[in-house]
């Protein structure tokens, strides 16, 4: 795969996963037209060190995994500011990156195959339960689609699905966000995903 450019974000995006961007840095309004108009992704990934809009002289430290990102919709509410909206795809682990003189990180990825679509077991279903009821409740304040933090279809039956939408609802630090993106077996990402929840008493019991 060729060098992919990256967005570092202090966020971790996961497949299916809405992300809503505002780009007005030069490296990245040239980097969005250029994914539109040839029909490409960038890459998302977790910035560990720094800061999201460029400073001078900073060290940025990038997180050695991430998800690609497909851009959905594109709108530009004045010169110079694009807001975007994307949808995580498939996630890659980083080889190497650099930065060009303007500021864009580019890197060397390997994707990882996509998880495998499997049921949520008995033992987790409270789990996706508890998403369940979630999305519910914001139904019923009638929150927009847009404004929602996670989209449809809601694969409330998806152990992978119902996972990765939790490890972008809670509260969790980056790292472990990081470890939980790059688990490739989704009922254990879903096993971990449990275990945060019980702890905090967010599942019924």
Known sequence: MPSIPLFPLNTTLFPDGHLPLQVFEVRYLDMVKRCIEQDEQFGVVCLLEGSETRVPDQ??????GGTMARIAECVTPMPGLLQISCVGTTRFQVRSAHQLKHGLWMAD?????????????????DVAN???????????????????PL???YRLDEAGWVANRWCELLRLPQEEKQRLLLQENPVLRLELIQDVLSENG???Q
């Open 59 to 64: 060290q940025d430290t990038l997180s050695g």
């Open 202 to 204: 967010l599942l019924d």
């Open 151 to 153: 989209s449809p279809p």
């Open 130 to 148: 508890a998403l369940g009821s979630l999305i519910r409740s914001l139904q019923k304040k009638q929150i927009s689609i847009s404004k929602m």
């Open 109 to 125: 990825v390997d994707i990882l195959a996509e998880d495998m679509v499997v049921p949520v077991p008995a033992e987790q279903q």
